[in-house]
C-alpha cells in the first residue's frame, strides 16, 4: 500500500477505493487513478488535461503560481545569464551540464550532420513560394522519417540518442532553407567554423556574393530566444510528440506532429499573432483601450494574443527576461527604429491590462510570445518565421521528451477515453426507407 492514499467513495452504491498518491520533487503531488475503472467503473474526465499529468518527467519543471522555469533543476534566469543554447540542449537531453571536454565533444558530434541530404532539396523546390514556412517545416521534418527511418531502432538507445543528435543538427539548416525558399535567394549550406547559432544566422542571411558577419548583439539575442523557448514541460506540442512517439512511431514523423500543433495560434503561433495584432492597433488609429475593451467582450472573438498561460498564473518568467532584452536590443538600434512604435504599443497594452480587473481577476499575464516576436521583427526576421524559430528551439525539448518516454521500460501506448454522449444503439434503415 503506498505511503498516503486518496479515497473515493461512490455515494450511489456506497463502495469506496484507496487511490496511492504520488510525490514528485516539487510541484503538486498526483493521485494514481490507475485502478479507478476497474474498482469503480468510472473514467476521469479532464478536457484540455487542466488537472491531470499524463506522465512522469525529469526534464523542466514549471510552478504557474510562482512564475518559475527550471531546466533539470537549473532556473531559466541563470541559464539565461549565463549558459548557451547549445549548452542547454545537451543539459536537457541528458539531465546534466557538460564539462568542458563532454560539451567540445557534442558539439563536434551535431556539426558532422548539419548537412541535409542533397535529395532533400527537392521537397523545397515543391512548394509555392508563398507557402507558409511551417507547412515547409513539417513536410521538411516529417520527411526526415523517408531517409532515416530504416537506421532507427526507437528502442535502442544508442539509436535514439543519433536521431536527437541528428534532428538538433539539421533543424537549423532546415529552418534557414525554408527562409531562403521564400525569398528566392539560394541555399546557404552550413559552416561548421562558426557556433551553433552564428551558422543559423549566417544560412539565413548570408548570400554567396557577399561576406556575413552575424552582429554579436544578433547572436546573444537569438541564443537567449533559442534558451528560452528550448522547452516547458507538457504543453500541446511536446505532449503531441510524447503521444505520437508512444506507437513506436519514427521520432521524425513524431517531431513533424509536434511543429503542426505548435504552429497553432494558441501556442506557438502566438508570437507571429501579436505582432499582427500591435500592427492592427497601430494602422487602426484606434486606442489601445479600444482593444482592451474587445479583449473582454465576450461577444468578440478578439483575444491579446502574447497574453495568459494555461499555467502561469503569474508572469511567465521568460517575458520578464526577454522583456529587458527587448529594451536593450532597442535601444542599440537607436530611436529611429522602425519598431520602436509597435514596442511602445506592447508596453502600452502591457500598462493597461495588468491594472485591468478583468486580466488581474483571471491572472492573465504576458507570456514568453509578448515580447519576441518583437525582438524577432527587430532582427529582420520575417513575421512568418518566427514560429519556425520556436520549433528550432523546441526541437530539443521535444526530443528530450520522446527520449524519456521511449527509454521508460514501462511506456505503454498513449490511449485516452472519453465521455461518449452520442446516439445510443439504433438499427440502420435502408436509404429508401428514410
Ligand atoms: C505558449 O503550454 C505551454 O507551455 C505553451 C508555451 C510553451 O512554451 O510551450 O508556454 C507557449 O503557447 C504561450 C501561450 C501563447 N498563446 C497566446 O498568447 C494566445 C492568447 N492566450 C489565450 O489563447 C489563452 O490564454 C491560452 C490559450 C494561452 C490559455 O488558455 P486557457 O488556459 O484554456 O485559458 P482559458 O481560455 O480557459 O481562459 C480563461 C479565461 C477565459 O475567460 P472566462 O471564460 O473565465 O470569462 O481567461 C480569458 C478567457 O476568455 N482569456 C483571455 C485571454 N486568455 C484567456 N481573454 C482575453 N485575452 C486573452 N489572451
Same mark, same amino acid.
Request: no cysteine; glycine share 6%; hydrophobic share 45%.
Given at each position: 500500500m503506498a505511503d498516503r492514499t486518496v479515497t473515493v467513495t461512490d455515494n450511489a452504491t456506497g463502495k469506496k477505493v484507496n487511490l496511492p498518491v504520488l510525490d514528485g520533487t516539487n510541484g503538486p503531488s498526483t493521485i494514481d487513478i490507475g485502478t479507478l475503472y476497474k474498482e469503480l467503473g468510472y473514467f476521469t474526465y479532464d478536457p484540455g488535461y487542466v488537472s491531470t499529468a499524463s506522465c512522469e518527467s525529469k526534464i523542466t519543471f514549471i510552478d504557474g503560481d510562482l512564475g518559475l522555469l527550471r531546466y533539470r533543476g537549473y532556473p531559466i534566469e541563470q541559464l539565461a545569464e549565463s549558459s548557451t543554447f547549445l549548452e542547454v540542449c545537451y543539459l536537457l537531453l541528458h539531465g546534466e551540464l557538460p564539462d568542458r571536454q563532454t560539451f567540445d565533444a557534442f558539439e563536434s558530434r551535431l556539426k558532422m550532420h548539419t548537412l541535409l541530404d542533397e535529395k532533400m532539396r527537392r521537397f523545397y523546390l515543391g512548394f509555392h513560394n508563398n507557402s507558409h514556412p511551417m507547412a515547409m517545416m513539417v513536410a521538411t521534418v516529417g520527411a526526415m522519417s523517408a531517409f532515416y527511418h530504416d537506421q532507427i531502432d526507437v528502442h535502442d538507445a544508442d539509436s535514439r540518442e543519433s536521431a536527437a543528435n541528428r534532428l538538433i543538427a539539421k533543424v537549423p539548416t532546415m529552418a534557414a532553407w525554408v527562409y531562403k525558399y521564400t525569398v528566392g535567394q539560394p541555399f546557404v549550406y552550413p559552416d561548421n567554423n562558426l557556433d551553433y547559432v552564428s551558422n543559423f544566422l549566417y544560412m539565413m542571411?548570408?548570400?554567396?556574393?557577399?561576406?556575413?558577419?552575424?552582429?554579436?548583439?544578433?547572436?546573444?539575442?537569438?541564443?537567449?530566444?533559442? !534558451?528560452?523557448?528550448?522547452?516547458?514541460?507538457?504543453?500541446?506540442?511536446?505532449? &503531441? +510528440?510524447?503521444? @505520437?512517439?508512444?506507437?513506436?512511431?519514427?521520432?521524425?514523423?513524431?517531431?513533424s506532429a509536434g511543429i503542426s500543433s505548435l504552429w497553432g495560434p494558441a501556442h506557438g503561433g502566438a508570437n507571429e499573432a501579436v505582432i499582427n495584432m500591435l500592427e492592427d492597433i497601430v494602422r487602426s488609429g484606434q486606442s489601445v483601450s479600444y482593444y482592451i475593451e474587445r479583449a473582454k467582450d465576450k461577444d468578440s472573438k478578439f483575444r491579446l494574443m502574447g497574453f495568459g498561460h494555461r499555467v502561469y498564473k503569474n508572469y511567465d518568467p521568460r517575458a520578464k527576461i526577454i522583456r529587458e532584452v527587448c529594451h536593450q536590443l532597442l535601444a542599440e538600434l537607436g530611436e529611429n527604429n522602425p519598431h520602436q512604435?509597435?514596442?511602445?504599443?506592447?508596453?502600452?497594452?502591457?500598462r493597461?491590462?495588468?491594472?485591468?480587473?478583468?486580466?488581474?481577476?483571471?491572472?492573465?499575464?504576458?507570456?514568453?510570445?509578448?515580447?519576441?516576436? !518583437?525582438?524577432?521583427?527587430?532582427?529582420?526576421?520575417?513575421?512568418?518565421?518566427? &514560429? +519556425?524559430?520556436? @520549433?528550432?528551439?523546441?526541437?530539443?525539448?521535444?526530443?528530450?521528451?520522446?527520449?524519456?518516454?521511449?527509454s521508460d521500460p514501462y511506456a505503454?501506448?498513449?490511449?485516452?477515453?472519453?465521455?461518449?454522449?452520442?446516439?445510443?444503439?439504433?438499427?440502420?434503415?435502408?436509404?429508401?426507407?428514410r
Open positions: 542571411f548570408g548570400l554567396p556574393t557577399m561576406d556575413y558577419q552575424p552582429s554579436p548583439a544578433f547572436v546573444r539575442a537569438m541564443d537567449l530566444i533559442l !534558451i528560452l523557448h528550448a522547452d516547458h514541460e507538457q504543453n500541446a506540442s511536446t505532449s &503531441t +510528440v510524447r503521444l @505520437a512517439g508512444s506507437s513506436g512511431a519514427n521520432p521524425y514523423a513524431a517531431l512604435q509597435l514596442l511602445d504599443t506592447a508596453m502600452e497594452l502591457e493597461i491590462a495588468l491594472e485591468d480587473e478583468y486580466f488581474v481577476a483571471r491572472k492573465l499575464y504576458p507570456n514568453v510570445d509578448f515580447y519576441s516576436g !518583437i525582438i524577432l521583427r527587430a532582427m529582420g526576421i520575417p513575421l512568418n518565421m518566427f &514560429t +519556425v524559430i520556436f @520549433a528550432l528551439a523546441r526541437t530539443v525539448g521535444w526530443i528530450s521528451h520522446w527520449k524519456e518516454h521511449m505503454r501506448i498513449g490511449r485516452p477515453r472519453q465521455l461518449y454522449t452520442g446516439a445510443d444503439q439504433r438499427d440502420y434503415v435502408h436509404i429508401d426507407q
